[in-house]
């Protein structure tokens, strides 16, 4: 929905309301103090002899395109009253973020939570040789094995057949790994799931504490957590030691920012400096002002309008509530009780099981996409996964609606033929970084049946690998990935070709 002209004169928005008591009562967290200064800054006449080249040039293609609002407030880094020097406003908003989500520490990241992951994976090295990996992490927890070269010890977490969907892992499955595992770095979780399952992160961060190591947290889908009472707590209240947050995802800020943030604990004056130093290594030094100050004007409304993330909860319920009554879907998590692994679902997301309405989830989305001109996060076989980001307003009745107008081309939308599960992994033969550097040859997909895979292969959305470097391909992988590239909107991250039909493989 347009609610401005991209040419509209600025103007102040509204007082935010006040302030939770649960998220701090300081005045500052009212402000926005390194979006505010880059505001300031660009209404100075500024002569911008300096990168970027555009140099908010007035009538050029950018300025005509995105508005000249947005090329005047992209400035580069490193400059006086921004974020040079000390007590600057950068180090202001860095405070407030740290103070709203619980942490010791927050770092601002410009290139997603993926580069939080990859810094978490970096550092694990520094604290022993084995990372106890879920194996359903995001693929960039991969990325990060490659880059530190640790070795890995996978949980695996438990697989609802009827739906295809991993969710998390159990704190004594944690606790069996870590027991054979005496070199273990520390533990590295997924909690939220992508369709919302919620894992006991308090149980786990105990048993990983135990075993004398830190529990790493990928908490992507779960930015907004613990800034309204009928979300779930957010995992640095309940035990985890490093947390990476995709803010852009649930929280507000503009696509590619996230956060890091370091809890108060036992292995925090270990991971800070680490941390700290991996940031260095991978932060591009050029960091947009435009995401950073979106990380800083989302966590204000977190902070500051808890009325708002309430309505959109309500909205969520409302459209699950209205998939209820009218009998033809269902919601995916009404099932996540019968899980051990699960103790909560986020109220944001809306699981829906399309499949027993008589259409795939993959075939509702691209009608959604096509002829309606709504937009789901995620499709599988069986199900779509809708999404209502804290403080937004979605017209829930148009979705309602246009879901239950959709066609039922399924002859037998119950059964389980051709349903596309979940592939089981195969055996790993390599670390990450082995295979990923070792000599390789490029195959037909059914001669890699059997071999060492040299890349990370990840359906995607939601970018869970289904094969990692250094596991043995096998034929049920193969053919996942391949169905999963043939259906509408589907994609493989990594693959060599569309289809699939190549992969790369140690030689």
Known sequence: MRTTDQHTPYSPSPSPSPVPASCGSEAGQLGAPYAE???????????RLNVPGHAATPGSDLAGFFGARITALDFPPLLDGIDLGPGTPLDRALGLAAEAWGARRTWFLTNGASQGNQIASMVAPALGRTLVVQRSVHSSVIDGLVLSGMDAVFVQPSVDPGQGIAHGVTASDVAAALERTPDAAAVYIVSPSYFGAVADVRAIADAAHAAGVPLIVDEAWGSHFGFHPALPARALSLGADLVTSSTHKLAGSLTQSAMLHLAQGPFADRLEPLVDRAFRLVQSTSASALLTASLDLARRSLVADAVATGGSVGAADRVRSAVRALGRFTVVSDGFHVFPDVVGADPLRIAIDTRVGGITGHEARRRLFR????????????????????GSAPDTDRFVEALHTLPSPLTDPGGAGGMLRL?????????????????????????????????????????????????????????????????????????????VTRLRVVA
């Open 423 to 499: 592939p089981e992994p195969g055996a790993t033969k390599l670390t990450a970084r082995e295979a990923f550097l070792s000599p390789t040859r490029v195959v037909a997909a059914e001669e890699a049946v059997g071999r060492i895979s040299a890349d990370t292969l990840a359906a995607y959305p939601p970018g869970i690998p289904n094969v990692l470097p250094g596991e043995v391909v096998t034929a049920e992988v193969v053919r996942f990935l391949q169905r999963t590239a043939a259906a509408p909107n589907g994609h493989v991250r990594g693959a060599l070709d569309p289809g």
């Open 37 to 47: 200064a880059v505001l300031r800054h660009a209404g100075r006449d500024w002569l």
């Open 371 to 390: 002829d309606h001109q709504i937009m789901v996060e995620v499709a599988t076989d069986a199900a779509i996964v809708a999404v209502i980001g804290a």
